[in-house]
């Protein structure tokens, strides 16, 4: 069993910053597909950007192209999502995700086998 615990949301001005972190504990979990989704109010849960623990290839939805940047730290087990020139639309909540499934390119929360439990984004205009 994979455990996913997020943190880092909260509230910032359009243009700004912010790292959410995902600590991820559980047995061999270096073997999964690490993923960011996140979901806006009356929305789909989206695809955002997805890491391997080893080599470290990401892959990212090309609406945060250039803005967002996903890393990983092995030894602190922990998933990033640094988010920059953030703006309005951005607003969701965003959740950790990890699979077993050894491809990059799924886009599908369905995908997806283990999940955090969430944490909220706002930017204000």
């Known amino acids: 069993q994979v455990q996913l615990v997020e943190s880092g949301g909260g509230l910032v001005q359009a243009g700004g910053s912010l790292r959410l972190s995902c600590v991820v504990s559980?047995?061999?979990?270096?073997?999964?597909?690490m993923g960011w989704f996140r979901q806006a109010p009356g929305k789909e849960r989206d695809f955002v950007a997805a890491?391997?623990?080893?080599?470290?290839?990401?892959y990212y939805a090309d609406f945060v192209k250039g803005r967002f940047t996903i890393t990983r730290d092995f030894a602190k087990n922990t998933v990033y999502l640094q988010m920059n020139s953030l703006k309005p639309e951005d607003t969701a909540v965003y959740y950790c995700?990890?699979?077993?499934?050894?491809?990059?390119?799924?886009?599908?929360?369905?995908?997806?086998?283990?999940w955090g439990q969430g944490t909220q984004v706002t930017v204000s205009s």
């Open positions: 995700a990890a699979t077993v499934k050894g491809y990059l390119e799924l886009v599908s929360s369905s995908d997806y086998e283990h």
């Open positions: 890491i391997r623990w080893s080599p470290g290839r990401t």
């Open positions: 559980g047995r061999t979990f270096t073997s999964y597909v």
